[in-house]
C-alpha cells in the first residue's frame, strides 16, 4: 500500500555532493518521523540524520555540518544534501518513514541507493 522511492545516489570524488531524494507514494494518512540511514559493507545499518514532521533534525555526529535533511511535506518527500563527502560516507543509504494508513503507523523502508565515494 505504501512505497518508498529513492534516488541521486551515485559515484563522487572526495569532497564532492550529491543530494539524494526519498518519494513515498501510496494510501497515505500522514507521515511522521523520516529520515536517511546507511549500511556499509560488513556493517550495520545506522542512523544519518532524522527529521520530525515540524522540521526538528537530529544528525549522526561524523555528518554534522556536511549533511542536511529536509522535506517537503506537500510531496511526501525527504531529501538528504550531502556536501564534503569522504570516502568513509560510502555506504547503501535508506530512506525511513513512520507512515499512518488509515489508522494504522507503520514503518516503512526503501529499497536503498549506493552512494559511493572513491578518487
Known amino acids: 500500500q505504501v512505497q518508498l522511492v529513492e534516488s541521486g545516489g551515485g559515484l563522487v570524488r572526495p569532497g564532492g555532493s550529491l543530494r539524494l531524494s526519498c518519494v513515498a507514494s501510496?494510501?497515505?494518512?500522514?507521515?511522521?518521523?523520516m529520515g536517511w540511514y546507511r549500511q556499509a559493507p560488513g556493517k550495520q545499518r545506522d542512523m544519518v540524520a532524522t527529521?520530525?514532521?515540524?522540521?526538528?533534525?537530529n544528525y549522526e555526529d561524523s555528518v554534522k555540518g556536511r549533511f542536511t535533511i529536509s522535506r517537503d511535506n506537500a510531496k511526501n518527500t525527504v531529501y538528504l544534501q550531502m556536501n564534503s563527502l569522504k570516502p568513509e560516507d560510502t555506504a547503501v543509504y535508506y530512506c525511513?518513514?513512520?507512515?499512518?494508513?488509515?489508522?494504522?503507523?507503520?514503518?516503512?523502508w526503501g529499497q536503498g541507493t549506493q552512494v559511493t565515494v572513491s578518487s
Open positions: 525511513n518513514a513512520e507512515i499512518t494508513v488509515r489508522t494504522v503507523t507503520i514503518t516503512n
Open positions: 501510496g494510501s497515505i494518512y500522514s507521515i511522521n518521523d
Open positions: 527529521i520530525t514532521s515540524g522540521g526538528s533534525t
